[in-house]
T-cell receptor
Framework: GQQVMQIPQYQHVQEGEDFTTYCNSSTTLSNIQWYKQRPGGHPVFLIQLVKSGEVKKQKRLTFQFGEAKKNSSLHITATQTTDVGTYFCAGINAGGTSYGKLTFGQGTILTVHP | DGGITQSPKYLFRKEGQNVTLSCEQNLNHDAMYWYRQDPGQGLRLIYYSQIVNDFQKGDIAEGYSVSREKKESFPLTVTSAQKNPTAFYLC?????????????FGEGSRLTVL
């Protein structure tokens, strides 16, 4: 079945450092979503990428969708303490028996030290 | 304010007891979902419903049951058959059908089995 692997599982950074989390799917995706979950909170939608090679920016956050539509990344420039939380990718399968299925990665837990 | 309301926020249950988690939404969304979240794992889909009086099993439906008698409501029952029910349960909804749009999450219900 479809698998979505996310690395790293944990990332500790000093405030001001950059951060990147990577998402890799075992199958081709039709689109990919990113969510942020603050400690003790619930996931909140950040963005959806649809096109091959797509790059989108939200202030200090840059999202990329791979050319083969099997991987994605989220990069945060100059982290702040407000960036603390778990970042999840969620891929939607493009075909086969799992067509349309949304699968979440395990998440990357980001800690930012002031 | 529009949104998803889950209750209770915290719930304790003895082994062998069934428990029902409530999920209500006033977003007028057609699709609703139940996810389970365990530490170090991504969100895993329990059940989803795309229309009233219809629902489908997700990846980990065993030991759970749902109903969708009203568009606004999608309660989840954790039965005594669920072998490891202690977890954080998240209800979500989306405007479009499964796999097409962003998910809006409730604040979650944390179930602990004593």
């Amino acid at each position: 079945g479809q698998q979505v692997m996310q690395i790293p599982q944990y990332q500790h950074v000093q405030e001001g450092e950059d951060f990147t989390t990577y998402c890799n799917s075992s199958t081709t995706l039709s689109n990919i979503q990113w969510y942020k979950q603050r400690p003790g909170g619930h996931p909140v939608f950040l963005i959806q990428l649809v096109k091959s090679g797509e790059v989108k920016k939200q202030k200090r956050l840059t999202f990329q969708f791979g050319e083969a539509k099997k991987n994605s990344s989220l990069h945060i420039t100059a982290t702040q303490t407000t960036d603390v939380g778990t970042y999840f990718c969620a891929g939607i399968n493009a075909g086969g028996t799992s067509y349309g299925k949304l699968t979440f990665g395990q998440g990357t837990i980001l800690t930012v030290h002031p | 304010d529009g949104g998803i309301t889950q209750s209770p926020k915290y719930l304790f249950r003895k082994e062998g007891q069934n428990v029902t988690l409530s999920c209500e939404q006033n977003l007028n969304h057609d699709a609703m979902y139940w996810y389970r979240q365990d530490p170090g794992q991504g969100l895993r889909l329990i059940y989803y419903s795309q229309i009233v009086n219809d629902f489908q099993k997700g990846d980990i439906a065993e030991g759970y049951s749902v109903s969708r008698e009203k568009k606004e409501s999608f309660p989840l029952t954790v039965t005594s058959a669920q072998k490891n029910p202690t977890a954080f349960y998240l209800c979500a909804s989306s405007i479009g059908v499964y796999g097409t749009g962003e998910l809006f999450f409730g604040e979650g219900s944390r179930l602990t089995v004593l």
